[in-house]
């Protein structure tokens, strides 16, 4: 007598219970495994802990280019100096790609961004009013001169100079995973991985910076080495506090002298006329 084929199990659902039993015994399950020595009944990596096989990686959480090995997060990606990227190669989001400027030579005043030869900033003039800067001409970079609503502005501390109106700067206390960068308050993929800068030169801010460019003049107020002009008098150029306060103690001890001179000369005792008088007025 045949059986109802209701009474047989399908063969989806022979096919699923051999799909848990297989991840049941699986390295890594969540299923314990009994062990005597964890290089012999462990997966590797795993540890033998009261007799059961850990994974040393469950409860840790690792970062965007790292992974869990033994316990601890390793960097996988291409900023580790281990991984490396190699010739004609460049580090571009956390993996090694086709460097985009190998085989470029663009000249002493110029600088490689995405495979295109750009001026270099300091190598273009501009009038009062403009500043430098990198735009899509025709479809193409190119290093120009444009309308600079900044010019003129100085703002202060922890503010900075947004269309020409001072505001607190967006990306003060944003921090970025490495790779990208803050702009406009939002973290960004880092335009210098696509750049490479001339002998001299560094990236910063997603253009080239010469190296000997001195420092910009500080915005805050003077200090005790530049010149202030009030009422007539102030520090000269190059002069010190120090060499000041060592004139103003050397001249002190001559006031001094000079002051008590003076007491002296409008205290001095009276002529015998004068206390003749004082007595007839006391009479």
């Known amino acids: 007598m045949r059986e109802h084929p209701r009474n047989h199990p399908s063969r989806h659902v022979l096919a699923a219970a051999a799909l848990v039993a297989a991840l049941l015994a699986a390295p890594g399950s969540a299923r314990a495994q009994p062990c005597v020595d964890a290089s012999k009944d462990c997966p590797a990596g795993w540890a033998c802990t009261a007799g059961q096989c850990v994974d040393p990686c469950v409860n840790v959480t690792c970062g965007k280019y790292e992974a869990c090995v033994a316990g601890a997060c390793v960097d996988q990606s291409c ?14 989001q956390g993996s090694c790609q086709t460097d985009p400027c190998a085989g470029f030579s663009c000249g002493a005043d110029a600088y490689c961004d995405s495979g295109a030869c750009l001026k270099l900033c300091d190598k273009l003039a501009c009038p009062a009013g403009q500043r430098c800067a990198v735009e899509q001409v025709l479809g193409h970079l190119e290093t120009r001169c444009v309308k600079d ?9 922890g503010k900075v100079c947004l269309s020409g109106v001072c505001a607190a700067d967006p990306c003060a206390g944003v921090v970025c995973e490495t790779g990208r960068v803050c702009k406009g308050g939002a973290c960004v993929a880092d335009p210098c991985e696509l750049l490479t800068c001339p002998a001299g030169y560094e990236c910063g801010k997603g253009t080239c910076l010469s190296l000997s460019k001195p420092p910009d003049p ?3 107020p003077p200090g005790p080495d530049v010149q202030v002009a009030q009422r007539g008098c102030g520090v000269a150029p190059g002069a010190s506090f120090a060499a000041l306060t060592s004139a103003l103690t050397s001249a002190l001890p001559v006031a001094l002298a000079l002051l008590l001179v003076a007491h002296q000369r409008r205290h001095r005792r009276p002529s015998a006329r004068g206390r003749d008088r004082t007595r007839q007025n006391w009479k």
């Open 218 to 220: 500080p915005v805050d």
């Open 79 to 92: 900023y580790s100096p281990s991984n490396a990227c190699g010739q004609g190669q460049a580090c571009i």
């Open 149 to 157: 609503p900044c010019a003129g502005v100085s703002c202060g501390a």
